[in-house]
T-cell receptor, first 117, second 112 residues
């Protein structure tokens, strides 16, 4: 079974600084997808970024980028120029490839990010 | 606007009183699922559906039922709710093959 581990329950960063959230996962599959979701106080789950395992290039979305290390099974999220609106719980998630039936998301336990003004 | 809707958003009920949480998506997605979120546990999948009339258990299906009679709707049914089902519930939908899941706004359920 796949597992996703987020070892930092809480992180904080000064506004305008850069922060990196860690995520590791365990799988025996070669075809899969990785995601970071953001959950602000509104509780809405918002997709931040997506990475396909077969792509070596790290995904980027504006101030958000990932460091995907497939051999190490590591998928960290870097937030540059942190803003107050980035304060939220961040979840790392794994999704199986299309040939394995249930394509459920397996989530980590989350990292709560606080932005210090 | 592309979205997943859930109703109700908040519900307080008593043990044993049957309830249904509705979920609807307007994106023509094949895949739909229900998750529950509990502190320190992240989100865990309850049930999923690959298409109309195709449903199966996720990781924590005990005490829940679902149906998928139409592509857009995927209701979650608690036949006899118990206090350990107090949680935050999310419905989600997506295309298959690695597409991201889009989540509804969540339903906060309290069972007394």
């Amino acid at each position: 079974a796949q597992t996703v581990t987020q070892s930092q329950p809480e992180m904080s960063v000064q506004e305008a600084e850069t922060v990196t959230l860690s995520c590791t996962y365990d799988t025996s599959e070669s075809d899969y997808y990785l995601f970071w979701y953001k959950q602000p106080p509104s509780r809405q789950m918002i997709l931040v970024i997506r990475q396909e395992a077969y792509k070596q290039q790290n995904a980027t979305e504006n101030r958000f980028s990932v460091n995907f290390q497939k051999a190490a099974k590591s998928f960290s999220l870097k937030i540059s120029d942190s803003q107050l609106g980035d304060a939220a719980m961040y979840f790392c998630a794994y999704r199986r490839g299309p040939n394995f039936g249930n394509e459920k998301l397996t989530f980590g336990t989350g990292t709560r990010l606080t932005i210090i003004p | 606007e592309a979205q997943v809707t859930q109703n109700p958003r908040y519900l307080i009920t008593v043990t044993g009183k049957k309830l249904t949480v509705t979920c609807s998506q307007n994106m023509n997605h094949e895949y739909m699922s229900w998750y529950r979120q509990d502190p320190g546990l992240g989100l865990r999948q309850i049930y999923y559906s690959m298409n109309v009339e195709v449903t199966d258990k996720g990781d924590v299906p005990e005490g829940y039922k679902v149906s998928r009679k139409e592509k857009r709707n995927f209701p979650l049914i608690l036949e006899s709710p118990s206090p350990n089902q107090t949680s935050l519930y999310f419905c989600a939908s997506s295309l298959l093959a690695g597409a991201p899941e889009f989540f509804g706004p969540g339903t906060r359920l309290t069972v007394l």
